[in-house]
């Protein structure tokens, strides 16, 4: 898979009468094994705040990946559904869901239960956001995860300023593109994003990054020099983690942040707290999770922004978005 963050194809749904009493799912029965397709046995109750979602499109995250290999920092119990960003209509509601009815199209975002990579998935009411037929499923699945992601890390955690120059890991993946997005189109930064590949470059220059180079040590570090100067990078947004984490700290400004938000490479590095020090820069953990169960107010704002972008993205600016946020508070 080229990209963590891409839509699964859609899915073929069986045909039925009156109820559907068996649905399709990819199962992980064994880890690091491929996944099984089998029917299985539609949920006979829906629980009071339950939403069940005809599944379009699913998003495949590296969290997904490192699941069914058990690789993932919380481990998941044999045997599960992976998946948590769906996308498709409602098929039924609970008896205390106002908002959404049969036939609504909708994201959801299921990181608790999973559940995705399914013909059918159920999540609470408060996981399900509407969308309107501008988005397609497709679209939908890859978009809602990266988005309030990056908005929560650059806006929210990092503070960005169209005078700051940020450097973005994993550039070309879904929540990269998703931050070069809106660090380069609506905060007008100066973006430089890394990948892995040369083509994976050109892409990540097409969404507006200023830079996009192939991590080679010598080469970024003579990049940036060439790029900055004598100022260094002032937000570092890293999703890979490793000797590439390591490396970006070495052009951290005074008074940087340097935000953590995964670790693609499955390495988690090290760091010592002094390492802080002289140049007095902020190491930052970014988690939709924690903002699910901590704070859901924010939670949910950011997802609904991240939609508002998909939409309006034309008009938006971090003028508009400054705006809103703040009055929303």
């Known amino acids: 898979m080229s990209s963590f963050c891409q839509p699964v194809s859609r899915l073929v749904r ?19 094994q491929p996944l099984i397709v089998e029917d299985i046995s539609a949920l006979e109750k829906v629980e009071d705040t339950e939403v069940i979602v005809n599944v379009e499109a699913c998003g495949i995250n590296a969290s997904d990946i490192l699941k069914c290999q058990g690789e993932y920092t919380e481990k998941q119990k044999l045997p599960f559904i992976p998946g948590f960003e ?11 869901v106002e908002d959404f009815k049969p036939g609504d199209r909708v994201i959801g975002l299921n990181k608790e239960k999973l559940g995705g990579f399914a013909e059918e998935c159920a999540l609470d009411q ?34 960005i300023t169209a005078k700051d120059t940020v450097l973005i890991t994993a550039a070309a993946g879904g929540l990269g593109l998703a931050a070069v997005d809106l660090a380069a189109n609506v905060y007008k930064a100066k973006v430089i994003g890394v990948c892995d590949t040369e083509e994976k470059a050109s892409i990540v220059r097409d969404k507006g990054a200023f830079a996009a180079l192939k991590f ?5 570090r003579d990049k940036i020099k060439d790029y900055t100067g004598k100022k260094g990078i002032k937000i570092i947004l890293d999703a890979v983690g490793g000797d590439l984490f390591k490396e970006a700290l070495k052009y951290v400004t005074h008074e940087g942040k340097v935000i953590v938000a995964g670790f693609a490479s499955r390495q988690i590095p090290q760091i010592m707290t002094s390492d802080l020090l ?4 902020s190491l930052i953990g970014v988690s939709l999770t924690h903002y699910r169960l901590a704070d859901r107010e924010v939670y949910r704002l950011y997802f609904f922004f991240a939609l508002m972008f998909k939409y309006f993205k034309e008009i938006f600016s971090a003028f508009f978005l400054s705006f809103f946020l703040f009055c929303c508070k």
């Open 216 to 220: 080679d040590p010598k080469h970024l």
């Open 126 to 159: 408060s996981d399900v956001w509407p969308i309107s037929k501008k988005v397609s499923f497709e679209e939908g699945a890859a978009l809602l995860d990266t988005y309030a992601t990056a908005l929560l890390c650059l806006h929210r955690r990092a503070k």
């Open 278 to 281: 002289p140049k007095s820069y």
């Open 14 to 32: 069986k045909k039925a009468f009156l109820i559907q009493r068996e649905y399709r799912a990819a199962i992980a029965r064994s880890l690091g």
């Open 86 to 96: 769906v996308c498709g209509t409602v098929k039924q509601v609970g008896v205390k």
